[in-house]
């Protein structure tokens, strides 16, 4: 059975920092793609950041050159850093993993974290 637990969410204000933790049981995540997405309040899900079973990445417009995605392959966990948070960031975050090894939509992901809220005051 795969289990996603991501942890590492809070309240911060604007400019700060956090850094997303999603730890994997069950399957290695570096098998498939994995990827970071969010939930906003009555928005649809995004993808925020993804990760290739290669190694290579993608982010979301509103976040490049903010966020970070990376993992850690002998913890087997996957992290998103996140730098100079604003306002609308504020959402649930959802680490996921895929069965396919270059995986970029939601809809191609099959195993999914609980959710970790992030907000962040102006």
């Known amino acids: 059975q795969v289990q996603l637990v991501e942890s590492g969410g809070g309240l911060v204000q604007a400019g700060d920092s956090l850094r997303l933790s999603c730890a994997a049981s069950?399957?290695?995540?570096?098998?498939?793609?994995m990827g970071w997405f969010r939930q906003a309040p009555g928005k649809e899900r995004e993808a925020v950041a993804t990760?290739?079973?290669?190694?290579?990445?993608t982010y979301a417009d509103s976040v490049s050159g903010r966020f970070t995605i990376s993992r850690d392959i002998v913890k087997n966990t996957l992290y998103l850093q996140m730098n100079s948070l604003k306002p609308e960031d504020t959402a649930v975050y959802y680490c996921?993993?895929?069965?396919?090894?270059?995986?970029?939509?939601?809809?191609?992901?099959?195993?999914w974290g609980q959710g970790t809220q992030v907000t962040v005051s102006s």
């Open positions: 990760i290739n079973r290669f190694g290579g990445f």
């Open positions: 996921a993993t895929s069965d396919s090894y270059y995986s970029t939509l939601l809809r191609e992901y099959a195993y």
């Open positions: 069950g399957r290695i995540l570096s098998d498939g793609a």
